[in-house]
């Protein structure tokens, strides 16, 4: 008797098997060696403008000019640092660009989220219409409404001594209210609130209504914890944005002592001269918030990301 084993039926031949596992091998290999290539080199142009604008704020004036290629300073130092608190006010348009960038991130969470909820868990005619027209002013350019906003401001009555008829003063201009007020309940911070608060359950606010909780109560203190995820990625956006803020600022706040980092930055270049090393050295200060907030919130901006994909 024969000891043999004959193969299945249509069972395809060892050969032909072990080819095709070698293809499929070199196949992934090859795509993954491509992948990596690929990630490599974004990585590479997204972070050695950083890492060439640290080490050329850490070169003396005369090597930023004649070394500008190299990324590793001959004489490191920081003069530069000193320099931005030194001869001018810099400590101060940091200070004015924190409250700017904190200030509109507790206004845009508190007016964004409130207006957010009543959008999505509130029943009322012209419903609708108002989230339309939410919408509808996301697509107007900022550049369009700032005359209009600048007016409005300068001339709002018995502010900024300014009498009933908004004369004799100056409103909100050169004051923090400037840049806060009109951005204090954004119209994406608006959409962004109404989307989140529309994929939870309607059945929590119902329980809450039947126990006798107010409307309020019910925002604050059940619907507004559910939404940690949300907030947290509405508030780095917002941070950054009245941080890197530079038009507006501009435009409302012309007093030396209120101007942001942004402005100061600016002032660094002129027409006759650019001072690159204090440019550069205020550039990485005023990079380091936005990246340590980043930081802090990209746990909630993960579990956004998830809680989107899972709606």
């Known amino acids: 008797?024969?000891?043999?084993?004959?193969?299945?039926?249509?069972?395809?031949?060892?050969?032909?098997?072990?080819?095709?596992?070698?293809?499929?091998?070199?196949?992934?290999?090859?795509?993954?060696?491509?992948?990596?290539?690929?990630?490599?080199?974004?990585?590479?142009?997204?972070?050695m403008p950083l890492i060439w604008?640290?080490?050329?704020?850490?070169?003396?004036?005369?090597?930023?000019?004649?070394?500008?290629l190299q990324f590793v300073p001959e004489n490191p130092t920081l003069a530069n640092y000193v320099t931005l608190f030194t001869d001018g006010p810099f400590g101060r348009y940091l200070a004015n660009s924190a409250i700017i960038a904190l200030g509109g991130v507790a206004t845009n969470l508190?007016?964004?989220?409130?207006?957010?909820?009543?959008?999505?868990?509130?029943?009322f005619r012209g419903r609708g219409a108002v989230f339309s027209l939410f919408l509808g002013s996301m697509m107007v350019p900022g550049i369009i409404t700032m005359v209009p906003t600048f007016l409005v401001l300068r001339r709002f009555p018995l502010v900024g001594g300014n009498d009933l008829f908004g004369e004799g003063g100056a409103g909100f201009i050169n004051s923090y209210g400037a840049v806060l007020i009109p951005f204090a309940a954004g119209p994406f911070a608006v959409f962004f609130m109404r989307q989140f608060f529309q994929a939870l359950p309607d059945e929590l606010g119902d329980a809450a209504r039947i126990d006798g909780a107010s409307e309020f109560r019910i925002f604050w203190n059940i619907y507004l914890p559910l939404a940690k995820a949300g907030l947290a990625v509405?508030?780095?956006?917002?941070?950054?944005?009245?941080?890197?803020?530079?038009?507006?600022?501009?435009?409302?706040?012309?007093?030396?002592?209120?101007?942001?980092?942004q402005v100061g930055l600016a002032g660094y270049v002129n027409e006759y001269q650019t001072q690159y090393g204090p440019l550069l050295a205020g550039t990485i200060l005023a990079s380091l918030p936005v990246l340590v907030v980043f930081i802090f919130a990209q746990r909630y901006i993960i579990?956004?990301?998830?809680?989107?994909?899972t709606k």
């Open 234 to 261: 509405l508030g780095v956006l917002t941070f950054q944005a009245g941080w890197n803020s530079f038009l507006w600022p501009l435009i409302a706040l012309n007093d030396p002592e209120m101007l942001t980092v």
């Open 1 to 47: 008797m024969s000891t043999l084993a004959t193969a299945p039926a249509g069972a395809p031949a060892p050969a032909a098997v072990s080819t095709e596992t070698r293809l499929l091998t070199a196949r992934t290999v090859l795509g993954r060696t491509v992948w990596t290539l690929a990630v490599v080199l974004i990585s590479l142009t997204t972070v």
């Open 53 to 68: 604008t640290l080490s050329t704020s850490l070169k003396p004036e005369g090597e930023i000019l004649s070394s500008y």
């Open 303 to 309: 579990e956004n990301f998830a809680h989107s994909g």
């Open 110 to 123: 508190f007016f964004g989220g409130l207006a957010g909820y009543a959008l999505a868990k509130l029943t």
